[in-house]
């Protein structure tokens, strides 16, 4: 059974941080690309940040680069968002997706809420 599990979500004060993680299981997690999605209410489901199946390469919406890193440990099947400077408009359900050849798995999402 597939699953993608995200944790690390809450409530924090704008410039605070959170550490989001995607733990996977059911799949051979290395072969998958990974990515991190987030959806703000009213807004369409954006893309965050994407990492290949090695790590070797990432890449950044321009709305988060240079605050957010996305990483993953394959030995552990799991996936990490980084996120500092964090800004009210970073207020979404961040979800993870794992992608391969057609083949799309989604988590059910953490919340992530930017406040004073």
């Known amino acids: 059974q597939v699953q993608l599990v995200e944790s690390g979500g809450g409530l924090v004060q704008p410039g605070g941080s959170l550490r989001l993680s995607c733990a996977a299981s059911?799949?051979?997690?290395?072969?998958?690309?990974m990515r991190w999605y987030r959806q703000a209410p009213g807004k369409e489901r954006e893309l965050v940040a994407l990492i290949s199946t090695s790590g070797a390469m990432t890449h950044y919406a321009d709305s988060v680069k240079g605050r957010f890193t996305i990483s993953r440990d394959n030995l552990k099947n799991t996936m990490y968002l980084q996120m500092n400077s964090l800004k009210p408009e970073d207020t979404a359900m961040y979800y993870c997706?794992?992608?391969?050849?057609?083949?799309?798995?989604w988590g059910q999402g953490t919340q992530v809420t930017v406040s004073s």
């Open positions: 997706n794992a992608y391969s050849f057609g083949v799309d798995y």
């Open positions: 059911g799949f051979t997690f290395s072969n998958y690309g």
